[in-house]
């Protein structure tokens, strides 16, 4: 039985790496494939060990999934707000550094979830039970949505990117593709930025591998701390979105930015294993495959789950590092702008493959409305209107 874990743990992990390093590659994706497979070619597999395996995969890609967020500029959600720090630190010679902050935020993250695993035990259905009787998620939801657009310059470029990104998933998300969020995500977040790189001619200097870049971490942890739990109770806020309502009182500089951003990844996904585990709501397509898989996990379960999560968490710290510097070499070997462009073929393809030819219109028109939104000059992550505007119309109707 052990043994059986281990390796499910090792499998996972290893397409953690791949999902991670893959743009356009979800662990979503991976996961309904998993569910799907569990009834026919998996069939005869114990779904304790595909719970292993999507946990492990899981914290494993959000650890490696910051690679071609700073290098290549090909953010997920949840990764987006890593591109402009970690691009700067690029640009400085300092990518390796960038991803080694995020990947110790993150490592940071998985112990701080073992530590309020416990008292958020105690409070959660409480706190979730008021929220729906008063139905104050939708008016959070509304609430950090105004915050997001509030803080910025230009408010009104703040909120026409809200607006349209939000249109843009409502189309998208109520048309019946499969995998919407592939083609929606990638290319507002992900083929926008790349394009972007290609017009700009992006160079990349040699980058310094032995430079130690030092932070002050007790600020950063203590945010995180704070204000990642937001995740378990209001659902289509990402982690950038929590990274951006923390920032506005903690006042990080840019390193400690991208620090605390890998604290709270982490948290976000380990939170929504907990939110099943006390409230039965999953928050990520993660959380979603293990229901399927065993429904709401019993307290052994969910030890196993934590368990896995600090394994696989520490594994992928170290992971991380190695593939960082690989990819450093293999990129200062190419050049920056064909590496673009065969990471834009590549999304394409892997679009066509999963949510069809329809799907690659998707990508082009979400690619396209993502460098218009970035040509306004506000936060990203005012994009994820996409997601926030359909979660605050279904509780509104």
Do not use: W
Request: a positive charge.
């Amino acid at each position: 039985m052990l043994l059986e874990i281990l390796l499910a743990l090792l499998i996972g992990t290893f397409a953690g790496i791949f999902t991670g390093l893959a743009p356009g590659i979800h662990i979503n994706l991976v996961g309904a494939i998993i569910v799907s497979l569990s009834i026919s070619l998996l069939s005869n597999v114990p779904p304790i060990f595909l719970v292993v395996f999507i946990v492990s995969m899981s914290i494993t890609h959000v650890f490696i999934d910051f690679i071609p967020s700073v290098f290549l500029g090909a953010p997920e959600d949840g990764t987006e707000l890593s591109v402009l720090p970690g691009h700067e630190m690029l640009k400085q010679g300092l990518g390796f550094q960038a991803v080694k902050l995020t990947s110790l935020g993150c490592l940071y993250g998985i112990f701080i979830f073992i530590v309020l695993a416990i008292p958020l035990s105690f409070v959660t259905s409480k706190i979730h039970e008021f929220s729906l009787t008063a139905n104050l998620i939708p008016i959070l939801l509304i609430g950090v949505s105004l915050n997001l657009i509030l803080v910025e310059k230009n408010k009104l470029f703040g909120l026409a990117v809200f607006v349209i990104s939000g249109i843009l998933g409502l189309a998208v998300l109520n048309i019946g593709m499969k995998e919407p969020l592939l083609p929606l995500l990638t290319g507002l977040f992900g083929t926008s930025s790349l394009f972007l790189a290609i017009k700009s001619k992006t160079k990349i200097k040699k980058q310094e591998l032995e430079k130690v870049v030092k932070i002050k971490r007790t600020k950063s942890l203590i945010t995180s701390a704070i204000f990642s739990p937001l995740s378990i109770f209001l659902p289509a806020i990402s982690s950038g979105q929590i990274a951006i309502i923390g920032n506005q009182f903690a006042k990080l500089g840019k390193k400690e930015f991208l620090f605390m951003l890998g604290v709270i990844n982490i948290l976000t996904m380990a939170f929504s294993f907990l939110a099943l585990f006390l409230i039965s709501k999953t928050r990520t397509g993660s959380a979603a495959a293990v229901e399927s898989l065993i429904g709401i996990p019993e307290n052994e379960i969910f030890v196993l789950i934590v368990i896995v999560a600090l394994l696989s968490g520490c594994l992928a710290f170290f992971i991380s590092g190695i593939l960082a510097k690989k990819f450093i070499l293999i990129l200062e070997k190419m050049d920056y702008t064909k590496v673009c462009i065969i990471t834009i073929a590549a999304i394409s393809i892997i679009t066509i493959l999963v949510s069809g030819f329809f799907g690659l219109i998707v990508l082009a028109v979400s690619t396209l409305t993502g460098v218009y939104c970035i040509s306004l000059n506000v936060s990203r992550v005012n994009m994820m209107g996409c997601l926030l505007l359909q979660t605050i119309l279904f509780y509104l109707v």
